[in-house]
Protein backbone atom coordinates (compact mmCIF):
# COMPACT_ATOMS: atom_id res chain seq x y z
CA UNK A 1 0.00 0.00 0.00
CA UNK A 2 1.17 3.49 -0.97
CA UNK A 3 0.00 6.71 1.48
CA UNK A 4 0.31 10.29 0.24
CA UNK A 5 0.25 13.02 1.88
CA UNK A 6 -0.57 16.40 0.98
CA UNK A 7 -0.06 19.66 2.30
CA UNK A 8 0.36 23.41 1.74
CA UNK A 9 -3.33 24.15 0.94
CA UNK A 10 -5.23 27.23 2.01
CA UNK A 11 -6.51 30.73 1.67
CA UNK A 12 -4.46 32.92 -0.76
CA UNK A 13 -4.95 36.25 -2.09
CA UNK A 14 -5.31 36.61 -5.86
CA UNK A 15 -2.28 37.26 -7.35
CA UNK A 16 -0.02 35.48 -4.18
CA UNK A 17 1.65 32.68 -4.47
CA UNK A 18 1.25 29.14 -2.92
CA UNK A 19 2.90 25.80 -3.06
CA UNK A 20 1.70 22.34 -2.45
CA UNK A 21 3.55 19.25 -1.28
CA UNK A 22 2.81 15.35 -1.21
CA UNK A 23 5.08 12.91 0.01
CA UNK A 24 4.47 9.52 -0.87
CA UNK A 25 5.15 6.91 1.78
CA UNK A 26 4.83 3.08 2.24
CA UNK A 27 5.79 -0.29 -0.27
CA UNK A 28 6.57 0.50 -3.56
CA UNK A 29 9.40 -0.53 -6.19
CA UNK A 30 9.44 2.40 -7.66
CA UNK A 31 7.41 5.82 -8.04
CA UNK A 32 7.32 6.24 -11.65
CA UNK A 33 5.50 9.36 -11.94
CA UNK A 34 3.78 11.65 -9.68
CA UNK A 35 1.26 14.71 -10.59
CA UNK A 36 -1.38 17.18 -9.24
CA UNK A 37 -4.99 17.02 -10.48
CA UNK A 38 -8.03 19.35 -9.54
CA UNK A 39 -11.44 18.79 -8.38
CA UNK A 40 -13.47 20.33 -10.99
CA UNK A 41 -17.45 21.60 -9.76
CA UNK A 42 -19.10 18.31 -11.74
CA UNK A 43 -16.56 16.53 -9.91
CA UNK A 44 -14.14 15.69 -12.57
CA UNK A 45 -10.43 15.44 -11.54
CA UNK A 46 -8.22 17.36 -14.24
CA UNK A 47 -4.47 16.91 -14.82
CA UNK A 48 -2.86 20.08 -13.97
CA UNK A 49 0.77 18.85 -14.07
CA UNK A 50 2.94 15.48 -14.15
CA UNK A 51 6.51 14.78 -13.45
CA UNK A 52 8.38 11.77 -13.30
CA UNK A 53 11.59 10.91 -11.51
CA UNK A 54 13.93 11.66 -14.58
CA UNK A 55 12.36 15.58 -14.90
CA UNK A 56 9.86 15.27 -17.42
CA UNK A 57 7.14 17.22 -17.05
CA UNK A 58 3.63 17.51 -18.71
CA UNK A 59 1.47 20.14 -18.59
CA UNK A 60 -2.07 21.07 -20.29
CA UNK A 61 -1.70 24.71 -21.98
CA UNK A 62 -4.11 25.96 -19.38
CA UNK A 63 -1.21 26.05 -16.58
CA UNK A 64 2.07 26.77 -18.51
CA UNK A 65 3.75 30.01 -17.26
CA UNK A 66 1.31 30.24 -13.63
CA UNK A 67 2.28 26.47 -12.14
CA UNK A 68 5.40 24.86 -11.89
CA UNK A 69 5.52 21.20 -10.67
CA UNK A 70 8.77 19.66 -9.29
CA UNK A 71 9.77 16.44 -7.59
CA UNK A 72 12.63 15.19 -4.77
CA UNK A 73 13.70 11.95 -5.66
CA UNK A 74 14.98 11.17 -2.47
CA UNK A 75 12.18 12.73 -0.74
CA UNK A 76 9.81 10.62 -2.83
CA UNK A 77 8.17 14.49 -2.73
CA UNK A 78 6.53 16.44 -5.41
CA UNK A 79 5.82 20.15 -5.31
CA UNK A 80 3.24 21.98 -7.21
CA UNK A 81 4.30 25.96 -7.25
CA UNK A 82 1.12 28.22 -7.68
CA UNK A 83 2.00 31.53 -8.95
CA UNK A 84 -0.02 34.67 -9.59
CA UNK A 85 -3.39 32.61 -8.41
CA UNK A 86 -7.05 33.34 -9.67
CA UNK A 87 -10.29 33.19 -8.30
CA UNK A 88 -10.81 30.02 -10.77
CA UNK A 89 -7.88 28.28 -9.45
CA UNK A 90 -9.89 27.86 -6.03
CA UNK A 91 -10.26 23.82 -6.26
CA UNK A 92 -9.28 20.46 -4.08
CA UNK A 93 -6.27 19.60 -5.33
CA UNK A 94 -5.41 15.68 -5.42
CA UNK A 95 -1.70 14.28 -5.73
CA UNK A 96 -1.39 11.17 -7.55
CA UNK A 97 1.32 8.71 -7.89
CA UNK A 98 1.99 5.92 -10.43
CA UNK A 99 4.21 3.31 -8.83
CA UNK A 100 5.45 0.03 -9.73
CA UNK A 101 4.57 -2.33 -6.70
CA UNK A 102 5.85 -6.22 -5.65
CA UNK A 103 2.52 -8.36 -5.99
CA UNK A 104 3.90 -12.05 -5.21
CA UNK A 105 6.56 -12.99 -7.25
CA UNK A 106 5.65 -9.76 -9.79
CA UNK A 107 6.30 -6.60 -10.15
CA UNK A 108 3.02 -4.70 -11.43
CA UNK A 109 2.14 -1.17 -12.09
CA UNK A 110 -0.55 1.05 -9.44
CA UNK A 111 -1.24 4.42 -9.02
CA UNK A 112 -2.80 5.62 -5.55
CA UNK A 113 -4.49 9.30 -4.85
CA UNK A 114 -4.12 11.80 -1.62
CA UNK A 115 -6.94 13.02 -0.02
CA UNK A 116 -6.84 16.10 -1.38
CA UNK A 117 -6.00 19.39 -0.05
CA UNK A 118 -8.17 22.54 -0.65
CA UNK A 119 -7.20 26.17 -2.29
CA UNK A 120 -9.03 29.21 -1.74
CA UNK A 121 -8.78 32.48 -3.62
CA UNK A 122 -9.99 35.09 -2.47
CA UNK A 123 -9.47 38.76 -1.27
Known amino acids: QVQLAESGGGLVQPGGSLRLSCVAS????????MGWYRQAPDGRRDLVAT???????NYPDTWKGRFTISMDNAKNTVYLQMNSVKPEDTAVYYC?????????????????WGMGTRVTVSS
Open 26 to 33: GNFFSIDK
Open 51 to 57: ISPSGST
Open 96 to 112: RAFVTRSSGAYLVPDDY
